[in-house]
């Protein structure tokens, strides 16, 4: 069983960035992808992206690309978000994801383990 708790949320001006951080214990985080979801206010939980087990391939959905970067260190058994450029549509609840399965930048097969969720706040 993997434990995953994300950290890092915060409110930030628009334009400025925070990095998300999901560090997991319990498990072979090693051995897991990992991606990134978020959910706003009155909307359905949206995919952000997501990384092999290895870190050596990402996924980006379309909205967040060349501003978002996710990051694994399997050393340290933590996963990264780090956020730039941040608008206010980024304004969410992210939540990090195990053991899921990549298929594109546009779909992420979620796993079985997710996290607390963390807050990201946006002001203009």
């Known amino acids: 069983q993997v434990q995953l708790v994300e950290s890092g949320g915060g409110l930030v001006q628009a334009g400025g960035s925070l990095r998300l951080a999901c560090a997991a214990s319990?498990?072979?985080?090693?051995?897991?992808?990992m991606g990134w979801f978020r959910r706003a206010p009155g909307k359905e939980r949206e995919y952000v992206a997501a990384i092999t087990y290895n870190g050596r391939i990402t996924y980006y959905t379309d909205s967040v690309k060349g501003r978002f970067t996710i990051s694994k260190d399997n050393a340290k058994n933590t996963g990264y978000l780090q956020m730039n450029n941040l608008k206010p549509e980024d304004a969410a609840v992210y939540y990090c994801?195990?053991?899921?399965?990549?298929?594109?930048?546009?779909?992420?097969?979620?796993?079985?383990?997710w996290g607390q969720g963390t807050q990201v706040t946006v002001s203009t």
């Open positions: 319990g498990g072979a985080f090693r051995t897991y992808n």
């Open positions: 994801n195990a053991d899921g399965v990549p298929f594109s930048d546009a779909f992420y097969r979620p796993g079985r383990y």
